[in-house]
Nanobody, 115 residues
Framework: QVQLVESGGGLVQPGGSLRLSCAAS????????MGWYRQAPGKERELVAA???????NYGDSVKGRFTISRDNAKNTVYLQMNSLKPEDTAVYYC?????????WGKGTLVTVSS
């Protein structure tokens, strides 16, 4: 099994930046991909960004050009750099990884974009 712990959420003004971190522990050697999803109130959970071991990256359409995902394999950590934040980016952000055909989730970290 894999355990995921997110950090870095908070309140930021529109146009500002935040960086989220997610540390993985447990059966980390079997992880194939790590990424971020988000869920806003009243909406379905959606992909923000994901990076596979191959290096392939997928971004949700609404964050392309503003968010950047990166992984530090030595630290078993995935990051999400969020720039030019908008009020519609307000959501709970969840770290995700895929390992041996199973999906694992963190508990989530709240990002609020508001003036």
């Amino acid at each position: 099994q894999v355990q995921l712990v997110e950090s870095g959420g908070g309140l930021v003004q529109p146009g500002g930046s935040l960086r989220l971190s997610c540390a993985a522990s447990g059966s980390i050697f079997s992880i194939n991909a790590m990424g971020w999803y988000r869920q806003a109130p009243g909406k379905e959970r959606e992909l923000v960004a994901a990076k596979a071991n191959s290096g392939r990256i997928n971004y949700g359409d609404s964050v392309k050009g503003r968010f950047t995902i990166s992984r530090d394999n030595a630290k078993n950590t995935v990051y999400l750099q969020m720039n030019s934040l908008k009020p519609e980016d307000t959501a709970v952000y969840y770290c995700n990884c895929e390992s041996r055909g199973m999906n694992y989730w963190g508990k989530g970290t709240l990002v609020t974009v508001s003036s």
